[in-house]
């Protein structure tokens, strides 16, 4: 595939060279000295890789990457160096570099980078038309449930109202919040993602409002933080309940005054941004309990979208493990392969504890396990965990036809519940996804005695 690159560096030689071994190799090739001049042409051109130097005079090259991300250039840029360390190669990686490469690099590793670039841009738009295919941002759903919670977030998508997605671990949260975006009228802007989690108390500070050169020990430049990159678009703050108590403050300002002040820095700088916000705690508890800031609770609190887990959406099973089945059945060139409604029952009566995420690497394991062209229910049985099992459902499906085997899972998997009820069947069957009446005809038929087990 033939590629249109960009190649920035103060050195003509190098130029020369790297230019020769892309149109040698049939791709177009453009040179460029000064980076002042490549950050135009990259804001005016239609590349498809960036090639460019660390150290050049005026301009280095991790400016150079900033600047193009603070213009909106999205196009991957490859980092080159002769002087490269690993604070360097951070540092790169932290501006969204897709690659660092020490000088001299061979001409088989610039062809091969080139390679895994195109090939990653192809998946991406493959992803994206996947995406646009299925619609509601490539939420799988059929039931009731999901479909209110759909216009929910269809109506809210629409205003500049911030959104607080709640729900456990696996149930969609980021899928939902791209939604948000990609539904409202910012969706031409950046969207900007940052798990609160998943990095160390002392550096969320720089990750979300940046730093100025020489601000601490190791920032080597400046760095734009999360919240400058997203302007004009939507900046997503993920397990905003694990965010520490002194950030949570900072943040609050932020969301009050629309501007941040980077790290070492002297002046404010005005953002326009939108936050969505999404944990998996009860955030009104964390807020009683005093880890998490009562007035940033109100500021992020606006509009709380719910997810519910998965089981308590049996209905929606069905249709997700035909899209994971589809997905990787294709991914790895495997026929299509049914599910048996006995399986697809015994996956609807499991309690989903990693939920969605967990069901998708359930199917992957299925289609595995699976000898012929249609998934069992014993087949199901052998891949779920059994410390997850219901209890009796491992010896369940030692012995016995596959009816009694189904039936026996199915009768194991409702006394399980109605104990962590404590018998309460109202809320039995809501767990389960049933209506109070199925339940009670369910459990007639598996010759399950309600009134003995009040006893």
């Not at 002087?83 to 690099?105: C, S």
């Not at 209110?148 to 629409?158: H, S, T």
């Not at 919040?177 to 798990?195: E, F, M, Q």
Request: proline letters at 4%; hydrophobic letters at 40%.
């Amino acid at each position: 595939m033939k590629a249109n690159l960009l190649i920035v560096d103060d050195d003509a030689n190098t130029l020369a060279s790297l230019s020769r071994a892309f149109r040698l190799a049939g791709h177009e090739a453009t040179v460029c000295d000064d980076p002042t001049r490549a950050l135009d042409l990259a804001r005016a051109g239609s590349f498809d890789l960036i090639f460019s130097d660390v150290v050049m005079p005026g301009m280095d090259g991790l400016t150079l990457l900033e600047q193009m991300r603070a213009a909106g250039v999205t196009t991957p840029v490859v980092m080159m160096s002769g002087q490269a360390h690993i604070e360097m190669a951070v540092r790169a990686t932290r501006l969204g570099a897709l690659d660092f490469l020490e000088k001299p690099i061979s001409t088989e590793k610039l062809l091969l980078t080139v390679q895994n670039s195109l090939r990653m841009d192809r998946l991406q738009q493959e992803n994206q038309q996947l995406r646009q295919q299925l619609g509601s941002g490539g939420i799988v759903f059929t039931g009731d449930k999901m479909r209110r919670l759909m216009a929910q977030v269809d109506r809210v998508a629409a205003s500049e109202s911030r959104v607080c997605i709640l729900g456990e671990t696996g149930t969609g949260k980021e899928l939902i919040a791209r939604t948000i975006h990609d539904k409202s009228h910012r969706k031409d802007g950046p969207y900007v993602t940052l798990n609160c989690a998943a990095v160390p108390a002392e550096l969320i500070e720089s990750e979300l409002f940046g730093h100025e050169k020489g601000s601490f020990t190791g920032a080597a430049g400046r760095h734009v933080g999360k919240f400058e990159q997203a302007s004009d678009g939507t900046l997503f703050l993920d397990e905003i309940g694990d965010m520490p108590l002194p950030m949570q403050s900072k943040l609050l300002r932020v969301l009050e005054q629309s501007e941040v002040e980077r790290v070492g820095g002297d002046k404010p700088v005005k953002v326009n941004v939108r936050v969505v916000v999404a944990t998996h705690r009860n955030l009104e508890e964390h807020t009683r309990s005093g880890a998490f800031r009562q007035d940033l609770f109100h500021r992020v609190y606006v509009f709380p979208v719910v997810l519910p887990p998965l089981r308590e959406r049996p209905e929606d099973i069905p249709a997700l493990t035909a899209h994971f089945a589809t997905l990787i059945n294709k991914q790895n060139g495997w026929k299509e392969t049914a599910f048996a409604p006995e399986a697809m029952q015994a996956l609807q009566a499991y309690a989903w504890p990693g939920n969605i995420r967990e069901l998708r690497n359930v199917v992957e394991r299925l289609l595995l396990y699976c000898d012929g062209d249609t998934v069992t229910a014993a087949t199901v049985q052998a891949a779920l965990p059994s410390s997850a099992m219901p209890e009796g459902a491992a010896s369940a499906a030692d012995s016995g036809a596959l009816a009694e085997r189904v039936e026996q899972f199915e009768r194991q998997a409702i006394l399980n519940e109605i104990k962590r009820h404590n018998h309460h069947i109202t809320n039995t069957a809501k767990a389960l996804g049933l209506e109070r009446s199925h339940l009670y005809k369910k459990c007639q038929q598996l010759g399950i005695d309600l009134r003995t087990l009040k006893k």
